[in-house]
């Protein structure tokens, strides 16, 4: 099985809301990641959970906000976004330093 | 990030042969990873590299350079649903991964 899913597929927030990511993986892997993806873009790596513990932050404003409350799960908690936040967040999972498995990815569109 | 050159686009017809070049920064590099993504969809892993030489697979093969910082990813027998954008990803000091800006690759009859 080498499945990681997100929740939900879409979502649509105003800029003064508060909402989360969600993303799951059961293949015991150690290592999480949140990805950003703009149209005819490549992903951009903004989180890297190594162990539970945030191991990288590539410099992500505040308003995102990650968690990984156990091995198989990874929030993205989004608040007071801004419409260029606009994208397709996904999440990611390898094992250690492996190959990585996507999930389908969260299109958030923020108004 | 780090310098992750692909071309931006290639043409082929079904049932041929095409090969999509990557470039890369050398330093501190730990693997390179190729995947493919059809549009609105998530990226679907094809082959990785770590050591210099070809990995094949099916119809796919993807081949290293280390010292020349290069890297091929090669499609044989091409089908009409290999039309997608392939990726280049390298992995550098066993945790950043960082994105060519893919290549599309338009696949015609």
């Known amino acids: 099985d080498t499945e990681v899913t997100q929740t939900p597929k879409h979502l649509v927030m105003g800029m003064t809301n508060k909402k989360s990511l969600k993303c799951e993986q059961h293949m015991g892997h150690r290592a999480m990641y949140w990805y950003k993806q703009k149209a005819k873009k490549p992903p951009e790596l903004m989180f890297v959970?190594?162990?539970?513990?945030?191991?990288i932050n590539e410099s992500v404003p505040s308003r995102f906000s990650p968690e990984c409350p156990n091995s198989s799960l990874l929030n993205l908690h989004l608040h007071a976004l801004q419409p260029e936040d606009s994208a397709l967040y996904l999440c990611?999972?390898?094992?250690?330093?492996?190959?990585?498995?996507f999930g389908p990815g969260t299109r958030l569109t923020v108004l | 990030g780090q310098n992750i050159d692909q071309p931006t686009e290639m043409t082929a017809t079904e049932g041929a042969i095409v090969q999509i070049n990557c470039t890369y920064q050398t330093s501190g590099f730990n693997g390179l990873f190729w995947y493919q993504q059809h549009a609105g969809e998530a990226p679907t892993f094809l082959s990785y590299?770590?050591?210099?030489g070809l990995e094949e697979k099916g119809r796919f093969s993807s081949f290293l350079s280390r010292s020349k910082g290069y890297s091929y990813l090669l499609l044989k027998e091409l089908q009409m649903k290999d039309s997608a954008s392939y990726l280049c990803?390298?992995?550098?000091?066993?945790?950043?991964?960082?994105f060519g800006s893919g290549t599309k690759l338009n696949v015609k009859p």
């Open positions: 990611a999972s390898s094992q250690e330093s492996d190959t990585q498995y």
């Open positions: 959970y190594s162990y539970e513990k945030l191991s």
């Open positions: 590299n770590v050591l210099d």
């Open positions: 990803a390298v992995r550098y000091n066993f945790n950043k991964f960082y």
